[in-house]
T-cell receptor, first 113, second 115 residues
Framework: AAGVIQSPRHLIKEKRETATLKCYPIPRHDTVYWYQQGPGQDPQFLISFYEKMQSDKGSIPDRFSAQQFSDYHSELNMSSLELGDSALYFC????????????FGPGTRLTVL | AQTVTQSQPEMSVQEAETVTLSCTYDTSENNYYLFWYKQPPSRQMILVIR??????QNATENRFSVNFQKAAKSFSLKISDSQLGDTAMYFC????????????FGKGTLLTVNP
């Protein structure tokens, strides 16, 4: 079965640079979620999209932005990177609805030097 | 805001034995969903089991079962016949029942299964 695809899997950036993370949800899933997991931490919700509209927003820095495109893939754009942005970034997708579980991608490991 | 608490940072169990991981949560909602996710060393997040709050019957998935106590706001995970492959970080997660579908995770419990 198709799973959530994230690219790249690993990314190394310098401070103050920009990064773009991509997420391709499971086919027919209409909702995408982004989570950030710092070293030794639990995943923290950043933002979600339903049918290309932002549906919820968590602790996402103003330096970050995201969107969902017409083909339902999503991109997380991160600017002015800081050392503290080093983390594992998960994308998850689901069908919209209370019973629908979120399927997680493998994550993108971002290292900021 | 909802909070999820896992009071056991680390646990260990012998292979083939049973272990229970604890989770408590705080919410003012009546309808919500609870999940246990497993994160092995690969860091992939894998859903283990889920429970709808309106269901009184405890969820079961093969060797995994939960003890859901709604009044006590407790949601523990029992792993029977533990296997080496069960070694992982286990996260308890909460999701509200309205249109807000984000997951709120606990800090996690690192489970080690010893041979």
């Amino acid at each position: 079965a198709a799973g959530v695809i994230q690219s790249p899997r690993h990314l190394i950036k310098e401070k103050r640079e920009t990064a773009t993370l991509k997420c391709y949800p499971i086919p027919r899933h209409d909702t995408v979620y982004w989570y950030q997991q710092g070293p030794g931490q639990d995943p923290q919700f950043l933002i979600s999209f339903y049918e290309k509209m932002q549906s919820d927003k968590g602790s996402i820095p103003d330096r970050f932005s995201a969107q969902q495109f017409s083909d339902y893939h999503s991109e997380l754009n991160m600017s002015s990177l800081e050392l503290g942005d080093s983390a594992l970034y998960f994308c998850a997708s689901s069908l919209y609805g209370g019973l629908s579980e979120q399927f997680f991608g493998p994550g993108t490991r971002l290292t900021v030097l | 805001a909802q909070t999820v608490t896992q009071s056991q940072p680390e646990m260990s169990v012998q292979e083939a034995e049973t272990v229970t991981l604890s989770c408590t949560y705080d919410t003012s909602e009546n309808n919500y969903y609870l999940f246990w996710y497993k994160q092995p060393p690969s860091r992939q997040m894998i859903l283990v089991i889920r429970q709808e709050a309106y269901k009184q019957q405890n969820a079961t998935e093969n060797r995994f079962s939960v003890n859901f106590q709604k009044a006590a706001k407790s949601f523990s995970l029992k792993i029977s016949d533990s296997q080496l492959g069960d070694t992982a970080m286990y996260f308890c997660a909460y999701r509200g029942g309205g249109s807000n579908y984000k997951l709120t995770f606990g800090k996690g419990t690192l489970l080690t299964v010893n041979p």
